[in-house]
């Protein structure tokens, strides 16, 4: 591919007939060489002025000329002296899909290099043009929206979802009397499926005491024991319910399992099989006065639907009231589009609702590093940072900072002043920072709302798998302290409640 980036530097793509044929191919680029280094076609003729080749890798400058066609005398796409062009290869680790850059030192003194993402970027303007592979565009920023997108409007939210509102089905006569009877200054909760602790610490911050952790994975469990002091038990389907200790607010992220596959069996109100059961199970034994259960956006219609109505019939029939809403995390304090649905669990219809958004959006200065503090091993390969810039430029998009660039399974490029959601199975390119680089772990945990102090005992690839599967605590820390004011108050919702709530299902 070729590519004109200004009069002193230019960008040629390595292709795979390039690494197989061991040329450098000039197509495109042959304005930028003097006449006078254009020699003849034969060995034995009239040589050019030679060119003087600053070649990286290798120790010794190159001495070459271009030659010219034998049958009208116009220049070769290629240099007359090519046996270094496979050592260069070699020696930079040269791929199909790489830039080479081309640099005028002095008329005919020119270094050959690998092209530098961040140097093109910078100090060099890109020129349209349209090539066989794809086009390039030379584009001008949109109109921004206060910087929200650089190129849509962002609607910042005034207040939170409507809460989807379940009934018990069996009203628990005791309900009201446990909860009044709790201290909701200090309050015992248990975490399930705790990972890294996340929901623990929302409800930390709020005067929760945790009795009780599960969690199955052992790098998560060290991870966790590190910063609590306590190693979680392990898989909650061997402990046995009325083991665990006492408590008042039972905290799950519990996995999102189908209930088709047992469904056909024993019925699709039968939770056996799953690991929602163990949660039921718990609830059952110890009647814990309020529950907090969180699972992916996509939690009510998993399974067509099957495993929500399940799980709210199952804690409906246990007396629980529910109030189920999907709540992002950029809207509570961190600059991470991350969407969860939260089932807030009341043994008593108390007046309940979920937190109100931030005023403004975080910015991601308060999570991202100085580019000078980041540790080269973060920095992608120039190949990646190169095709995500062309790629956002044939999107018709200008690059904005700080931004975090985004891929998507179609290949193509978001940039936004936050960042798309962790995920614990990502690919190590699928956020660039700026486009550049990967995120550091302290910044996936800042991502998340962890505090500073929040320990780092594994490696980068476990920390990053762990804080893609955590939640963001901020959001935990909002849906608590609403849930402990409705604990604490001990109100029920009044009629006009009710039926607000009833005439809102039913769309009156």
């Known amino acids: 591919m070729r590519g004109q980036v200004g009069q002193k530097r230019r960008l ?74 496979p050592e260069f290869f070699k020696a930079n680790k040269i791929k199909a899909g790489d830039f080479v850059m081309l640099e005028k030192l002095d008329r005919f003194h020119i270094r050959v290099a690998p092209a530098v993402a961040k140097d093109i970027e910078t100090h060099l303007e890109i020129e349209g043009r349209k090539t066989r592979r794809r086009q390039i565009i030379e584009s001008k920023p949109k109109a921004a929206d206060n910087g929200h997108n650089g190129h849509k409007t962002y609607r910042w939210p005034t207040r939170a979802p409507r809460a989807e509102y379940h009934a018990a089905t069996t009203p628990d006569p005791r309900g009201l009397a446990a909860i009044q009877k709790v201290n909701w200054r200090s309050f015992r909760t248990i975490d399930l499926f705790a990972g890294i602790g996340g929901i623990r610490l929302g409800f930390q911050a709020v005067g929760g005491k945790c009795v009780f952790a599960s969690e199955w994975d052992e790098l998560a469990a060290v991870t966790y024991e590190a910063n609590f002091g306590e190693k979680p038990h392990g898989d909650i389907t061997k402990v046995d319910p009325s083991d665990i200790p006492d408590h008042d607010i039972l905290l799950a992220g519990f996995p999102c399992q189908p209930f088709s596959i047992i469904g056909a069996q ?23 006065p309020a529950a907090l259960l969180e699972n992916v956006k996509q939690f009510k219609t998993h399974d067509n639907g099957r495993t929500f109505r399940t799980v709210i019939e199952r804690l409906s029939e246990l007396g629980y009231y529910t ?28 007046a309940f609702e979920f ?30 940072q190169l095709k995500r810039l062309q790629r956002l430029r044939e999107q018709g998009v ?111």
């Open 12 to 85: 040629i793509e390595v292709t795979e007939a390039n690494l197989r044929n061991g040329h450098l191919y000039l197509t495109g680029h042959l304005g930028f060489f003097p006449a006078a280094c254009f020699g003849s076609s034969s060995k034995k003729g009239t040589q050019g002025q030679p060119l003087t080749l600053e070649v990286a890798g290798l120790k010794a400058p190159v001495q070459t000329d271009i030659p010219t066609e034998a049958d009208g005398g116009k220049p070769r796409k290629f240099f007359r002296n090519r046996a270094w062009v």
């Open 266 to 288: 024993k019925g699709f109100g039968d939770t056996r099989g799953t690991l929602f059961f163990n949660v039921e199970e718990i609830l059952r034994v110890k009647r814990p």
């Open 323 to 350: 109030h189920t809403t999907i709540l992002n995390a950029l809207h509570y304090g961190v600059p991470q589009k991350r969407e969860r649905t939260f089932i807030a669990c009341f043994r008593a219809d108390l």
């Open 355 to 384: 937190p109100k958004p931030e005023t403004k959006m975080p910015s991601l200065l308060d999570v991202l590093e100085p580019d000078d503090r980041i540790d080269p091993k973060f920095i992608a390969s120039d190949r990646i």
């Open 398 to 508: 200008a690059p904005f900072y700080p931004s975090v660039w985004h891929e998507n399974k179609g290949g193509a490029i978001g940039i936004h002043p936050f960042s798309c959601a962790l995920r614990h199975n990502a690919s190590h390119n699928y956020l660039l920072v700026n486009g550049r680089r990967r995120m550091t772990p302290r910044e996936c945990l800042r991502l998340q709302g962890f505090p500073e102090t929040y320990k780092i005992v594994v490696d980068d690839r476990a920390i990053r798998a762990q804080t893609g599967n955590s939640v963001a605590v901020p959001v935990i820390r909002a849906i608590a302290t609403q849930m402990i004011e409705a604990l604490s108050k001990g109100q029920l919702r009044t009629q006009a409640e009710a039926e607000s709530t009833l005439f809102a299902t039913l769309g009156v």
